[in-house]
């Protein structure tokens, strides 16, 4: 059974890594700066997924424009044997974490091959597409959060 749930970097950076850079990471990234937020899909007790979000401007306004607060989606990855649904999850699950924290707006950088997850999540592809040096063709995604209710807590 697939569960997404908050996670630690630790938890989840093995993944991201083993996915998005399997030659090690790009010179600079240093990971993440405080205030992200970590999400991972388990199945088993097995980290299989995982993705960020944190606060960072949309920089792209001539592209699309936003009033609201804007969040990266940032190191989207899923094990090369599990995915089909574990993606489309991990999107869900960081949305409703925009909306808990009053996200307006998420954005991403995202591979050409994923763009069909991201489409059929509905986010909206804008902008050409680019080349992200050391890792491919690019273009940036963009979803608006709605609020959502939140679950009733019990006393």
Do not use: N
């Not at 607060?69 to 409703?96: F, I, K, Y």
């Not at 924290?101 to 909206?124: E, H, I, M, P, Q």
């Not at 592809?125 to 709605?146: A, F, L, M, N, T």
Request: with cysteine; hydrophobic share 40%.
């Amino acid at each position: 059974m697939l569960i997404v749930r908050p996670a630690s970097l630790s938890e989840v950076r093995d993944v991201q890594l083993r996915v998005l850079r399997p030659d090690g990471p790009l010179p600079g990234d240093t990971g993440f700066p405080p205030g992200w937020h970590h999400l991972a899909a388990i199945v088993d007790g097995e980290v299989i997924g995982a993705c960020s979000i944190g606060p960072t401007p949309w920089p792209r306004p001539d592209l699309a424009e936003t009033d609201q607060p804007t969040w990266q989606l940032r190191s989207m990855a899923v094990l090369p044997d599990h995915r089909g649904g574990v993606g489309t999850a991990l999107l869900a699950a960081a949305e409703d974490l925009a909306a808990e924290l009053a996200v307006g707006c998420l954005w991403a950088t995202a591979r050409v091959r994923a763009l069909g997850l991201y489409r059929r999540s509905g986010w909206v592809v804008v902008g050409p597409e680019w080349d992200k040096p050391g890792v491919g063709p690019h273009r940036y995604v963009i979803r608006r959060i709605s609020a959502r209710p939140q679950p009733l807590r019990r006393a």
